[in-house]
């Protein structure tokens, strides 16, 4: 982006963070992985910790995060990012670690590695983007899809007897002692955005006072693989996908923040 | 009222319009012409820009920034220019 | 376990597990499998204490994909299992190789395929040597014949996997696993740790991000990349190893690998006593495979005999090295079972007997 020059006194109030890198995403457009991706680097700006900060990107759509964050990052073999995180949070362990991972990644091939990274109460932050649908690959079923919701594997919709039900994955991970931190967002709305940019601030402090990870879960959009308009999309999303996973904390610390 | 701006980085924009569903003043449009990726991306169409920051906060590209008059600051017709 | 060199009595998985603390490694990730758990439960009794990483994962998969993560991020990592966790891992060696992250694995191969047997085999020497996962890579393979070198392999192996940022196997089996023999440890600090400026560490403001990733959608960058890796392997090339026992004045040379040609130096001792000239070659490093030195010496023998654990796996690398020049005959037990001496004794016999009725009718 060119340099940006505001005159006339007018003072700058919002501009894309230094911890970004310069290159366009390739997301669809409307696609919330980018305000997610901005989020995590403002976080990491602000805390001033872009020299501690290690990521670790997914397989999915998100898999080329590592070009659009300026850190240091690894790229996970399909759902093995956890595993990854394990391994460079265990050997450098006062970095900040943090895993970004897709539903299918998460919450299909990878649900062993993610049960059992929360289990251990690995002191990183699993960063998950659900919007029940295998976006890269062109729109398929994943295990977060909606009952009757149509997908191109799911094409008559998803068939509860036949395909199973829509994995909360989220509600589970909670259940396990390891889990210091659980919560539940979107990015449809500023007011949403804000809210998830307060949660990833706190899971990265939580990190830093070792506490066992830190789960956020990012109710998301997916205009290409729900075949609508990015606006339609957050609607739909806000109608169908909401009620079956509601926005909000499911396990809160009872520790008090400065 | 506060007066503000955005300046839009018209070849990262994609057009997604959730800018513009977010806008309080309804100050953002699409544009007639395309950018050089093929997508009609959004500009400033009225100057009621307060500079509240909710375009940004919702644009997945980090296509824009912002700008605001300071409290108490003199009325003064905004420029904010480009520089290559 | 004393610091300084001293000779012990040691069984060759906690050798080899004693040695890598030796060898300064880092971090250990690894899961219980048979015959190699003495490895993960030394480690867990001694490596802690001595400031290592050590780790049970839930998976195999998990184990290296750690690995993954933990050598990414500069460390000296090991990790070990036996021929089925060793599939498992296949995934995560190849991202490894493409994303050129140093890292030691260790297989103490037991009977295949399948679930197979807890009995030692060679059958993962194609897995090993070859590839195994999806691929155009290649692992520098290691293959110790006894407890002294399941202990000395483990400096090499770090050592050759950060001098060419790749992976490096030690290819053991069951029996050197299990069995006790004295040995002596190279001492602590031996191995100094080598500069990572690749490392995911946390980007200083000093230096570009650093990113291992084995992603490169572009064909012609993906191209660029195996290039590399090519020229890697060539240059790897100059690290081959073997050890050749009596082949000057040798009619048959025996060539086997780990445990099988600890039973064929048995056998080449019982032919050389009934007056056969036996020769043997033992390569060292599977890969890079010695084929330079049997292409030499197939101009002066007059027949080989490959001896395996397997059906006949590093049979296809001998008999590309004697291109035909020399009949290449081979004897192998499969399934756990282990040749005898007598048994590659009685094999040598036999072709000692064609050959010398070949060389009546030629005289």
Redesign the interface.
Known sequence: ?????????????????QT?TDT??H?????????VH?LLMEVVDEMRI?????G??PVGCS??A?QYM????????HG?AT??????????PD?YVFTYQGDGDLAAIGT??TI?TVNRGENILIVFINNGVYGMTGGQMAPTTLAGMKTTTSPFGRDIATMGHPLKITELLAQLPGAYYVTRHA????TA??KLKKSLRMAFEFQEMKKGTCFVEVVSNC?SGWKM???ES?EWMEKNMFPYYPLGDLKVPKVRMN | MIRGTVLIAQEVCKGCELCIAVCPQECLGLSEHLNIRGYRYVRLIQETCTGCINCALVCPDSAITVFREPKGAAKKTVVVQSTP | MKANSEISLMKGNEALAEAALRAGMQAYFGYPITPQSEILEYLAVHGTKRGAVILQAESELAAINMVYGAAGAGARVMISSSSPGISLMQEGISYMASAEIPFLIVNVQRGGPGLGTIQPSQGDYFQATKGGGHGDYRLIVLAPASVQEMADFVFDGFRLAEKYRVGTMILADGALGQMMEKVVQPPMGSLPLAEKPWATAGKPPSRERNILTSLFIQPEKMEEVNLKLQRKYREIQSEVRYEAIQVEDADIILVAFGLAARISQKALELARHKGIRVGLVRPITLYPFPSAILSQIALSAEAFLVVEMNAGQMLEDVELAVRGEKPVHFKGRMGGMLPSPEEVLREIESIAAVHAANSELIS
């Open positions: 982006m060119p340099e940006l020059k505001p005159t006339n006194g007018f003072e700058e109030v919002f501009r894309k963070v970004l366009p995403m997301y669809c457009p409307g696609c919330g992985h980018g305000v901005r872009q020299d501690k900060t290690v670790v990107a898999v080329f590592y300026n850190i240091d990052m690894q790229e996970a073999a093995r595993a990854v995180a394990t391994g460079i949070k265990r050997v450098l970095r062993n590695e059992h990015v449809h709305t500023p955005v804000r205009p308009t990015p606006q957050n």
